[in-house]
């Protein structure tokens, strides 16, 4: 079993500043990307920001230049988001492809996700 746990969450208002912490735990033999995604209601789940394993970032276009995203070891993301707008009001999840033994297929898991609420 593989548990993504994320933290960070908060209210904040527009302009400040919040960091997400996601720490993967449990079988894991190596993870590939980590990324963030986020659901504002009434929303589909859109794709935030991604960084593999070897330190490459992407990021979706509605936060280039203000969400930074940064591996802490094998198994810990950030995502450091600055500049806030309250249209990146939503719930923020954690996904990882995690390789639970040596030759076994990647398989992708979730966190329970985190609200971020940005007030205007």
């Known amino acids: 079993q593989v548990q993504l746990v994320e933290s960070g969450g908060g209210l904040v208002q527009a302009g400040g500043s919040l960091r997400l912490s996601c720490a993967a735990s449990g079988s894991i033999f190596s993870i590939n990307i980590m990324g963030w995604y986020r659901q504002a209601p009434g929303k589909q789940r859109e794709w935030v920001a991604g960084?593999?394993?070897?330190?490459?970032t992407t990021y979706a276009d509605s936060v280039k230049g203000r969400f930074t995203i940064s591996r802490v070891n094998a198994k810990k993301v950030y995502l450091q988001m600055n500049s806030l707008k309250p249209e990146d009001t939503a719930v923020y999840y954690c996904n990882a492809e995690v390789q639970a033994t040596y030759g076994m297929e990647y398989v992708g898991y979730w966190g329970q996700g985190t609200q971020v609420t940005v007030s205007s």
């Open positions: 960084i593999t394993s070897g330190g490459t």
